[in-house]
């Protein structure tokens, strides 16, 4: 489910306000984010007068040139007390309040714009951000050289002053490997996939995904130790290559697994290992962004063993049709699989 869509929330377009991609999109917008949200509306038409709403509304506050400073601010409520201030009218008050309160209320949305492009921009200026779009990998290099791999639809975030802490601390939201480097200092590497959930190495190669609640560390060199400080008990889980641990809120689960079947994605290439059609199918949605409807006769847990390249959609889903010998049609922009 999209967190946008989320049938708990009453508020979608404050959801998209707060959201920092979505921010991205429009404040600091380049091709890879036009193309996401494009995309994303033309799958959720449903949600678009919202997305086009809190988008005005965003703009509206960051018009250019306007710099925010402090004395902006007293101006602004200076403005404010002068067009509320009481002024001599020889008619009933009720009438004088129904004049000024028109006055009244554009003032108050004037200084709730400048606060909140003051959040904005604090917020900016606090973490540096890297998001991938469907179909897309990133390889890139954090400040204290520990390499990372961005998997396609995934976000990755850390603070700024990054050097100034004692631990380093990187957020991940989608799918990432790392290749963390140990430093003199023993300083912690720490990563939040989930709110929960915290990974915490000194120097070692491991992989992390998280999507739909669910959440999965595959060790592949070194030593890990996972903490998990939401589960109903809270525990501490001390990792070694070839392990795989799974959480969902629900229960923690360990296994030891082939950790190439699972990193393989970064060298462009998928690995199968007796995988079902239905992870398949998962990996499309969530990989590519693409609608995918399975007919009421395929068996979505057979599975297959082998490796295929990793390249667009098309062929992503032209290679599961050969492998699992299904028939894949694109049919009003959704693969059908018959």
């Given at each position: 489910?999209?967190?946008?869509?989320?049938?708990?929330?009453?508020?979608?377009?404050?959801?998209?306000?707060?959201?920092?991609?979505?921010?991205?999109?429009?404040?600091?917008?380049?091709?890879?984010?036009?193309?996401?949200?494009?995309?994303?509306?033309?799958?959720?038409?449903?949600?678009?007068?919202?997305?086009?709403?809190?988008?005005?509304?965003?703009?509206?506050?960051?018009t250019p040139p306007f710099q925010l400073r402090e004395s902006d601010i007293q101006g602004v409520w200076k403005k404010i007390q002068q067009d509320i201030r009481p002024k001599p009218l020889f008619v009933a008050k009720q009438s004088a309040f129904r004049r000024f309160r028109p006055a009244w209320i554009a003032a108050s949305f004037a200084l709730l714009a400048c606060l909140a492009l003051y959040f904005l921009m604090n917020l900016g200026s606090s973490q540096v951000i890297y998001r991938t779009g469907f179909g897309e990998t990133l390889a890139l290099t954090l400040p204290d050289s520990s390499k990372v791999i961005l998997n396609a639809n995934s976000l990755l975030t850390y603070s700024s002053d990054w050097h100034s802490s004692q631990v380093r601390e990187v957020w991940v939201e989608g799918e990432a490997f790392f290749d963390v480097?140990?430093?003199?200092?023993?300083?912690?590497?720490?990563?939040?996939?989930?709110?929960?959930?915290?990974?915490?190495?000194?120097?070692t190669q491991f992989n992390v995904y998280h999507r739909n609640r669910q959440t999965k560390v595959l060790l592949s060199e070194g030593n890990v130790t996972m903490s998990f400080t939401d589960s109903p008990k809270p525990s501490k889980i001390l990792m070694t290559p070839g392990d795989l641990v799974e959480y969902d809120s629900q229960k923690i689960q360990k296994k030891r697994v082939n950790p190439e079947a699972y990193v393989s994605w970064t060298k462009n290439v998928l690995q199968l290992e007796s995988t079902k059609l239905a992870e398949m199918v998962r990996m499309a949605e969530e990989n590519y962004g693409i609608a995918v409807e399975v007919g009421p006769g395929v068996d979505l847990d057979q599975s297959a063993s082998g490796?295929?390249?990793?390249?667009?959609?098309?062929?992503?889903?032209?290679?599961?049709?050969?492998?699992?010998?299904?028939?894949?049609?694109?049919?009003?922009?959704?693969?059908?699989?018959?």
């Open positions: 489910m999209n967190r946008f869509s989320d049938p708990e929330s009453s508020y979608p377009l404050q959801r998209f306000l707060e959201d920092p991609v979505f921010q991205d999109w429009v404040l600091r917008p380049d091709q890879s984010l036009e193309d996401y949200w494009h995309d994303w509306m033309s799958q959720n038409p449903e949600l678009q007068p919202q997305v086009l709403e809190a988008r005005k509304i965003l703009q509206e506050i960051n480097q140990h430093l003199e200092s023993h300083q912690p590497f720490k990563v939040y996939p989930t709110s929960g959930v915290e990974v915490e190495v000194l120097g490796s295929m390249p990793l390249s667009d959609a098309q062929s992503f889903m032209r290679l599961t049709a050969k492998i699992f010998n299904v028939r894949v049609v694109y049919r009003d922009s959704v693969y059908q699989i018959e």
